[in-house]
């Protein structure tokens, strides 16, 4: 029976459709059990019938049985190809599909359609079907072809654009040449010839088309024909027509477009730049391509005008008066466009050369006094200001003060164009030359005038936001630049005492939460950060735009549990993004919105290789191994789930790191921290002029991020070698003719330690002699760098490495020093060296940095050297009868290694115990000892350094008055408390070092357990 | 100055500015995606100088007969760019699509009960409240469906209240 015909006689998938549904009930509202029995017993009633074998597969599998549903899936399968005369209907085979997609089985699905419409052909829906597959699949051209036959059976216009599509596909995303361009026109005309086009998406992509082979003259004379009257909306038709001159180099016709958009939509910044910029022939917007990802503004900064003096006057007239025009029909309204129009003119002619700055500021101190007091103020004007000497901005600056000291304007105005008045003073530099008192005291005077101006948003609703939010926030950035000038924590605390005040007040200011993550981050109080971050209820796609601003401090902190439910959260978020995203790409097909089939494969593409994708996925495979590291046989289960290490060297191939993407949302994150991996506030103080986004910053980071990731994407396949090599050498010892898997996996491990000792920029050789020469005194272990987790891990590999290895690995001369010792002997100086530093302080400011190097130590090297020497007592001990029976050579060589193995248990021991002794002081201090302490920096005894701020805040709860400021504001006001604060942060402290302590005792009952195996 | 335009998916990876307010629901990807695969026009973002994202509206057109509607799912406004009316540009955007190319009856949306502002600001925009679906929003707090009449929609009819509140799954539409 066909499926029209099941459908049409209540059939699905050949049995009565009323028996099916309850199953698909049950399904839908998750209650699997009762569905299982309904599918079982309708098995049994129509045993061999596919689609009940399908539906049944389907439960098993939500039940978190994919084995069970995949034997039934395939014996389904079988079945359909072994007897012709079953159903092949489309549900049937859908039904499959979902099972074999959740099983991560497409190719099985795919071949079933296949089959399916080689033994039916000519069924639109099986055909339909396929394609889905090769959409699944990502097979462009296969797609092709099976649209094209599709299109060939029933000459509908959707599938011509399907193949359309596809071949688009293959040119954008896949190995395509843009020959195949030619193909997809030539059978778009031919259509168009007999049938016309009848959707506008179709003719949207047949311009695309036309577009990617740059024949723009054609493009324009399909838009201007009939086919141009599908598009409905007047300014769409115009923005593609001006797009399409301007890219044909028509500047002057463009322009006339463009103008023409600007007199239906007066407010489209976005196409005034284009009508300048083809009026005065320098916009290179269209020069890329003409995706949205290339959007950016003409940057003409650094481009050469090419007219003349004089066109280039006239043109600007023209478009003077066209802008006047504008400006007087829109006046009245609160359209800013014009008024930012005319500011771009000026700024143009400033370019030009023939520009006047004064006219520029004049024009500036107007669109002050009428826009000053939107926050948005200081963002629109920040590209008129680059235009001007640092003297001129201040000049700017005092000439919009006078204009608003003589305006009358509302008090919620006036407090707007305040608050960009102080913002200017950021936007320019000035605030960053003041010397620390008027520094403190302008965030004083910035408290107050918050607190001046709170009872204006008495009335507001808890929802919106308050008047002079920006205020605080100002303060804060300027107290962080005292604490980094001075050193003082005071300021610091002073900044997270404000904000906290600040949330108290209305919780839900994200701007306050963010600077209050890194705050807390810096403090040593990562829970409490975690905690703020928590709170934004980041999300979805948030979590591939925004947890940059929490994930670098968490991958180098003790809370492993709270990193693996962040590293969870996000990893599923993205897998199942790419596991549904061609689901929606059909979609797309499906609704005809062709331009989002390449748009959302595109999409797909770019956060495949997000680079924080990477990161996480690598990142969590090490926190496994980590976890895991104090228990041998837990450890082998670790190793079997990451492939012995082999996927995370996978992660990290050339390709990959080349196609990175960075989609990390940078705009949110606080001054002194423009990227995850640079912060101003660990460096030593310098002037900044500006310390806002900077490329330079970027470029650093993304050369970081490739750098670390083919680092990382070493170490969990190290660490498996180096236990493989460790068991290898016991079995040599022990079997005299050696083993040939050692040597194999010896071989690998020397390659890999070749290729991770070129990453930190030497040759094996000479990072030995680095090694020795630290270990021994003859270095510093400053000497190491940054890299210095790096150079240990690769001390601790280099020791197990040799024990296998039958080449010398030591420089001549000498030999006799002993590997174990250097491994124990890097351990102890970098781990007694970053105790000392961090000293009784605990998690002070500065001490959080050490202290997550010391974290690291522990977490990675100190862990895989335990792991080596489990290894060795294991794949010892159970052959010890062996080994006393084999007698001979080999013996001495043992007992040599023995006691190497019996000092580096000790050492290690030794070493960790002065950690634990110092971790005990920490965890064993009082909260109200460590909260008076805290405390204690916010009061100064004398005129100088933090207090001011924090007397300030004081002065606001002492002087607000219910009536004055409602209930709700005043609640707030008196809920906050510095006691609570600091106790909260002294929670979080404690709890970093309480999460370390157990690490460390974890390791300390290992290493035990060894001696007593000894 | 503001540049409308209609949302893409490089989009979803600049608005946490917009989606980090309390309010705004940030959705999966099957959510954004659906409405981008099937009613693109119907979704479009604010930019301004700098490609900074000011806000979006994202909506769908349903039904049949005479409630064939247009309907916003979600209209926001980053913080920085409150108070200039740029809800109401978007709004005006979306009802201009129902109204002359999908030749809808109507716009309708939901919003909390508690949303006082929110609800100002549509009854300024010309939307009346039609009813109040009981516990609309997660079991909890009631919403109100408000519309506004569109030009095919003469009489008006579409926007006469409902004397009585209905609960969610009376509602025609998810």
């Known amino acids: 029976m066909s499926s029209a015909l099941a459908g049409k006689f209540g059939y699905a998938g050949g049995m009565p459709e009323r028996k099916v549904r309850p199953i698909w009930d049950a399904i839908d509202s998750r209650q699997y059990k009762n569905a299982l029995k309904l599918a079982s017993s309708l098995l049994t009633k129509y045993p061999n019938l596919p689609y009940a074998m399908a539906l049944k597969a389907l439960i098993l599998e939500r039940m978190g049985k994919p084995e069970e549903a995949s034997s039934i899936c395939l014996e389904a399968k079988e079945l359909l190809h072994k007897n012709v005369t079953l159903l092949m209907d489309d549900l049937t085979l859908s039904t499959l599909q979902i099972v074999f997609q959740r099983l991560d089985r497409l190719d099985l699905a795919t071949s079933l359609y296949d089959y399916a419409c080689g033994r039916i052909p000519n069924n639109l829906e099986l055909m339909m079907g396929l394609f889905n597959c090769y959409v699944r699949e990502y097979a462009y051209v296969k797609q092709q072809q099976t649209a094209i036959k599709m299109y060939k059976l029933v000459g509908e216009e959707r ?154 006057n006239s ?296 680079n924080q994708y990477v990161i996480a996925r690598l990142e969590s495979s090490i926190l496994r191994l980590k976890e895991k590291a104090d228990n041998i046989e837990e450890e082998e289960g670790v190793f079997e789930c990451l492939k012995c290490g082999t996927q995370a060297l996978e992660l990290a191939s050339g390709t990959l790191c080349d196609s990175l993407t960075f989609n990390e949302e940078l705009q949110l994150r606080p001054w002194w921290t423009p990227t995850p991996k640079k912060n101003y506030l660990l460096d030593p103080f310098e002037e900044l002029d500006h310390p806002t986004d900077n490329l330079d910053h970027r470029k650093e980071w993304e050369t970081n991020v490739r750098e670390k990731l083919e680092k990382r994407s070493l170490l969990p396949r190290m660490v498996y070698l180096s236990t493989q090599c460790v068991s290898a050498s016991i079995k040599e010892n022990i079997e005299a003719n050696g083993s040939e898997c050692g040597s194999i996996f010896s071989l690998e491990m020397k390659s890999l330690l070749e290729r991770y000792v070129k990453i930190l920029g030497c040759s094996l050789d000479e990072a030995v002699k680095v090694l020795l020469d630290v270990a021994e005194g003859q270095r510093p272990l400053e000497a190491l760098g940054t890299d210095l987790i790096e150079w240990v891990n690769f001390a601790v590999f280099l020791n197990a490495w040799s024990l296998s290895s039958h080449e010398t690995v030591l420089p001549m001369g000498e030999e006799s020093i002993s590997l174990w010792h250097v491994v124990n002997s890097l351990l102890q100086k970098s781990i007694e060296s970053k105790v000392r530093i961090i000293g009784p302080q605990g998690c002070s400011p500065g001490g959080a940095r050490d202290l997550s190097v010391l974290v690291q130590l522990i977490g990675e090297p100190m862990a895989w050297h335990c792991l080596v020497l489990q290894y060795f007592i294991r794949s010892s001990l159970p052959c010890g009868k062996k080994k006393k029976k084999s007698g001979g050579p080999a013996d001495s060589s043992t007992s040599v290694l023995s006691q190497s193995i019996r000092d580096s248990v000790l050492s290690l021991y030794s070493i960790i115990e002065v950690v634990v002794e110092w971790l005990k002081k920490e965890v064993n201090k009082t909260d109200d000892e460590a909260v008076d302490h805290l405390l204690s920096f916010l009061v100064s005894d004398s005129n100088e350094g933090p207090g001011k701020v924090y007397q300030a805040l004081k002065d606001l709860i002492s002087t607000a008055d219910e009536g004055e400021l409602g209930d709700r504001i005043f609640k707030g006001i008196n809920s906050w408390s510095p006691t609570d604060i600091a106790r909260k942060t002294f929670k979080g402290q404690h709890k970093m070092m309480s999460n370390f302590l157990q690490i460390c005792n974890s390791k300390l009952k290992v290493l035990e357990a060894i001696k007593q195996q000894i | 100055m503001t540049t409308i335009r209609k949302f893409c998916c490089n989009d979803l990876l600049r608005f946490s500015s917009v989606n980090l307010d309390h309010l705004t629901e940030t959705f999966n990807m099957s959510f954004y995606m659906t409405y981008l695969a099937r009613w693109p026009d119907y979704f479009h973002v604010a930019e301004a100088p700098g490609n900074r994202i000011m806000g979006y509206i994202m909506g769908k057109v349903e039904g049949q007969g005479e409630s064939w509607h247009g309907h916003v799912t979600a209209v926001s406004v980053a913080p920085e760019y409150r108070r200039q009316q740029l809800a109401k540009k978007l709004m005006n955007l979306l009802e201009d699509i129902s109204d002359k190319i999908d030749k809808a009856f109507f716009v309708d949306l939901f919003v909390r009960a508690s949303n006082v502002p929110a609800i100002k600001m549509y009854e300024k925009l010309g939307y009346v409240i039609y009813r109040r679906v009981l516990r609309y929003y997660s079991g909890e707090e009631d919403g109100l469906d408000m519309r506004k009449a569109l030009s095919r929609d003469v009489e008006k009819k579409s926007v006469i209240p409902l004397k009585r509140p209905i609960t969610p799954d009376e509602l025609e539409y998810d």
């Open chain 1, 159 to 312: 599938f011509l654009l399907w193949a359309v599509c596809s071949i688009q596909l293959q040119v954008s995303c896949g190995q395509g040449g843009e020959k195949l361009l030619g193909l997809a026109e030539g059978l778009l005309k031919k259509h168009i010839a007999s049938h016309s086009l009848h959707e506008p998406e179709a003719l949207i992509v047949y311009i695309s088309v036309l577009e990617q082979q740059a024949k723009y003259g054609d493009a324009l004379e399909v838009l201007s024909g009939k086919l141009g009257s599908l598009i409905l909306i007047e300014v769409d038709r115009l923005r593609l027509q001006g797009r399409l001159l301007a890219q044909s180099g028509d500047n002057a016709a463009a322009a006339i477009t463009f103008q023409k958009i600007l007199e239906m939509c007066p407010d489209d910044w976005e196409c005034f730049l284009h009508y300048l910029g083809c009026l005065l022939e320098d916009d290179q917007s269209w020069c890329n391509d003409a995706t949205r990802a290339q959007r950016c503004l003409p940057e003409s900064l650094d481009k050469i005008p090419r007219i003349t003096d004089d066109l280039f």
């Open chain 1, 315 to 610: 043109h600007i007239q023209d478009a003077s008066a066209f802008v006047r025009k504008l400006e007087t029909e829109a006046s009245g309204d609160s359209k800013r466009g014009p008024s930012l129009a005319y500011l771009e003119i000026e700024r143009r002619k400033l370019l030009h050369g023939v520009g006047d700055k004064e006219r520029l500021m004049d024009a500036l101190v107007q669109y002050f006094s009428r826009f000053g007091y939107l926050a948005c103020f200081c963002s629109d004007v920040e590209v008129f200001l680059d235009i001007l000497t640092p003297d001129e901005k201040i000049n700017l600056l005092e000439k919009m003060k006078e204009s608003s000291g003589s305006m009358s304007i509302g008090p919620t105005k006036s407090l707007g164009q305040a608050i960009s008045l102080q913002k200017m003073q950021f936007q320019i530099g000035i605030t960053y030359k003041l010397h620390d008192a008027e520094l403190e005291s302008l965030a004083v005077k910035m408290i107050n005038m918050y607190r001046e101006n709170l009872p204006l948003s008495k009335d507001l609703d808890p929802q919106e936001s308050m008047h002079g939010e920006d205020l605080l926030y100002m303060a804060s950035n300027i107290l962080v630049q005292l604490y980094w000038r001075t050193g003082s924590t005071g300021y610091l605390l002073e900044t997270v005492m404000m904000l906290e005040l600040g949330l108290n007040i209305r919780r839900s200011v994200s701007q306050y939460k963010i600077i209050l993550l890194h705050l807390y981050s810096h403090l040593g109080a990562l829970p409490v950060a975690y905690e703020w971050y928590r709170s934004l209820d980041v999300k979805n796609i948030l979590l591939e735009s925004f947890t940059h601003q929490i994930l670098p401090q968490m991958l180098l902190s003790p809370l492993w549990e709270d990193l693996n439910d962040l590293l969870k959260d996000y990893l599923k978020f993205m897998d199942d993004h790419l596991r549904e995203s061609a689901d929606l790409t059909f979609l797309a097909y499906r609704h005809r919105n062709y331009s989002k089939v390449i748009e959302f494969v595109q999409f797909k593409e770019r956060l495949q290789h997000s």
